[in-house]
Antibody, heavy 123, light 113 residues
């Protein structure tokens, strides 16, 4: 059974860079059928797609965050990572990593999710 | 961006009764060349990550009870729970995967009456 696990600091200071890693187990990250995604959810609010990356390394970002986001993949470690720069309190959220199923030209739905990690931006 | 709008925002249904949640997209998400709607439903129980229920608008994910069904096409979609169980209390989200950015509805909170 595929599992995803987010890791990283739970507290980040304003203006600094949030860095998270998602470790994939029970399956390979190197498949052309999937992208690997980050999604966030402010406490008590809805879901926001941040961006996605296939194992080949090309990236797709939400334009609302594009200038601050970097997603990368490390196939040797079966991991992918998120960096979000210049954070503010508005970036405080539960951050999820997820597997994104790609078929044809579809942008993909999310069939496996990590448990999520709460990141608070505060001094 | 494609905006996904769910209705209602919250819903209270008696155990064993039918629950219906609607989602409307601001653009057509039916891709004519394959006649598929690029649309999914998720369930999020309290303190848990979202769980995929339905993709391609009406295809139930493996292991999802058959009381859950999805319907609709183009811009209007519906999630129906035919006979509400206590474990169905959750927030439900719709999602389009027709174009980037991927977008979700605002969520519908389902409770027991």
């Amino acid at each position: 059974q595929l599992q995803l696990q987010e890791s990283g600091p739970g507290l980040v200071k304003p203006s600094e860079t949030l860095s998270l890693t998602c470790t994939v187990s029970g399956g390979s990250i190197s498949s052309s059928h999937f992208y690997w995604a980050w999604i966030r959810q402010p406490p008590g609010k809805g879901l926001e797609w941040i961006g996605s990356i296939p194992y080949s390394g090309s990236t797709y970002y939400n334009s609302s965050l594009k200038s601050r986001v970097t997603i990368s993949v490390d196939t040797s470690e079966n991991q992918f990572s998120l960096k979000l720069s210049s954070v503010t309190a508005a970036d405080s959220s539960v951050y999820y990593c997820a597997r994104q199923v790609i078929t044809g030209i579809s942008r993909g739905y999310f069939d496996f999710w990590g448990q999520g990690i709460l990141v608070t931006v505060s001094s | 961006d494609i905006v996904m709008t769910q209705s209602p925002d919250s819903l209270a249904v008696s155990l064993g009764e039918r629950a219906t949640i609607n989602c409307k997209s601001s653009q057509n998400i039916l891709y004519r060349s394959d006649n598929r709607n690029y649309f999914a439903w998720y369930q999020q129980r309290a303190g848990q990550p979202p769980k995929l229920l339905i993709h391609w608008a009406s295809t139930r994910e493996s292991g999802v009870p058959d009381r859950f069904s999805g319907s609709g096409s183009g811009t209007d979609f519906t999630l129906t729970i035919s006979s509400l169980q206590a474990e169905d209390v959750a927030v439900y989200y719709c999602q389009q995967y027709y174009s980037f950015p991927i977008t979700f509805g605002q969520g519908t909170k389902l409770e027991i009456k």
